[in-house]
């Protein structure tokens, strides 16, 4: 009697023992949240390591903004990017310059200057002046400077070179008062210098322009005949025909010695007269 009733209770022992290790079972697995077969796994690469960033040869890993440096993310969180500029995960890094910009941006070259204009009086160019003031063997001399102004303007297209009336610096070449006994005077000049528009003084090299005295002849035959005929006379009174003939032949003798004694007239070149000059050499003329 007492071996059954000690058998029966090791048995309820045991059953109890065995619904208390069954009950923490099953309240073990009441505990453990449900997986549901259909939701999605999260992203691998919302627990991917975050990407590293090589800065100077270090490493260094990218945070979210408000994210504390070494703080990692947690599960399910999503990390904020910096936003690229364009497509393939690019950085947001500012574009090299266009082609115009970089043209803009280049030293711009340093324009060449023109060359000046050049323009050249042709060799055998005529020009007209008038002089200032008179020119004569009487009074000037070879060598001796004379003005003169320019009669017509010298022009290249819409330049004008020298304006009319522009100073003219000559000079004279001969003067020569002539001789007691032959010769007549005779006196030369030439243009040596121009005055451009700009005032600019230039070497003007021309021909020679010569002038010679009125010749006497008529005048110097009046006067020995006026000679022969007052000695004619006079001897006529002294001795008849035969003294009229002698005084004749002394009053010529007389009035050629008096002819052959006095210079002829001088040669002049009278004030405002106009002389024409041939450029005898090529004048180059650059404008400024």
């Given at each position: 009697?007492r071996?059954?009733?000690?058998?029966?209770s090791?048995s309820?022992a045991?059953?109890?023992?065995v619904a208390i290790?069954m009950?923490?079972c099953?309240?073990?697995?009441?505990?453990q949240?449900?997986?549901?077969?259909?939701?999605?796994?999260?992203?691998?690469?919302?627990?991917a390591?975050?990407p590293?960033?090589?800065?100077?040869?270090?490493a260094?890993?990218?945070?979210s903004?408000?994210?504390a440096?070494?703080?990692?993310?947690?599960?399910g969180?999503t990390q904020?990017?910096p936003?690229?500029s364009?497509?393939?995960?690019?950085s947001?890094?500012?574009?090299p310059?266009?082609?115009?910009t970089?043209?803009n941006?280049a030293p711009?070259?340093?324009?060449?200057p023109?060359?000046?204009?050049?323009y050249?009086?042709?060799s055998?160019?005529?020009?007209?002046v008038t002089?200032?003031?008179?020119?004569?063997t009487k009074?000037?001399?070879s060598?001796?400077?004379f003005?003169?102004s320019?009669?017509?303007?010298?022009?290249d297209?819409?330049?004008?070179?020298?304006k009319k009336?522009a100073?003219v610096?000559?000079v004279?070449?001969?003067?020569?008062?002539?001789g007691?006994?032959k010769g007549?005077?005779?006196?030369?000049v030439?243009?040596?210098r121009?005055?451009?528009?700009?005032?600019?003084?230039?070497?003007f090299?021309?021909?020679?322009?010569?002038?010679?005295?009125?010749t006497?002849?008529?005048?110097?035959?009046m006067k020995?005949?006026i000679?022969a005929?007052?000695?004619?006379?006079?001897g006529?009174i002294?001795?008849?025909g035969k003294?009229?003939?002698i005084?004749?032949?002394a009053?010529?003798?007389?009035?050629?010695g008096?002819?052959l004694g006095t210079?002829g007239?001088?040669?002049?070149?009278p004030?405002?007269s106009?002389?024409?000059?041939r450029l005898?050499?090529p004048?180059k003329?650059t404008?400024r």
């Amino acid at each position: 009697m007492r071996s059954r009733t000690s058998a029966k209770s090791f048995s309820l022992a045991v059953m109890i023992t065995v619904a208390i290790a069954m009950g923490a079972c099953s309240s073990g697995q009441t505990s453990q949240p449900q997986l549901n077969a259909n939701a999605s796994p999260t992203p691998a690469a919302d627990f991917a390591t975050p990407p590293q960033t090589q800065i100077g040869g270090t490493a260094a890993t990218q945070q979210s903004p408000g994210q504390a440096p070494g703080q990692a993310l947690a599960p399910g969180a999503t990390q904020s990017q910096p936003q690229a500029s364009g497509s393939g995960g690019q950085s947001n890094i500012a574009p090299p310059p266009s082609g115009s910009t970089a043209a803009n941006m280049a030293p711009r070259p340093v324009a060449t200057p023109a060359p000046p204009r050049v323009y050249t009086i042709p060799s055998g160019t005529v020009i007209s002046v008038t002089t200032s003031s008179d020119l004569t063997t009487k009074e000037d001399r070879s060598g001796q400077k004379f003005t003169a102004s320019l009669n017509n303007s010298i022009v290249d297209g819409d330049w004008v070179i020298a304006k009319k009336g522009a100073p003219v610096e000559g000079v004279i070449v001969t003067s020569d008062p002539g001789g007691k006994v032959k010769g007549t005077a005779s006196i030369s000049v030439r243009v040596e210098r121009l005055t451009l528009a700009d005032g600019r003084q230039i070497e003007f090299p021309t021909n020679t322009y010569a002038k010679a005295a009125k010749t006497t002849k008529k005048k110097d035959a009046m006067k020995i005949g006026i000679g022969a005929g007052i000695g004619a006379a006079i001897g006529a009174i002294a001795g008849g025909g035969k003294g009229a003939a002698i005084g004749a032949g002394a009053g010529g003798a007389a009035g050629t010695g008096y002819v052959l004694g006095t210079k002829g007239d001088p040669a002049v070149i009278p004030a405002e007269s106009n002389l024409s000059f041939r450029l005898t050499t090529p004048v180059k003329v650059t404008k400024r």
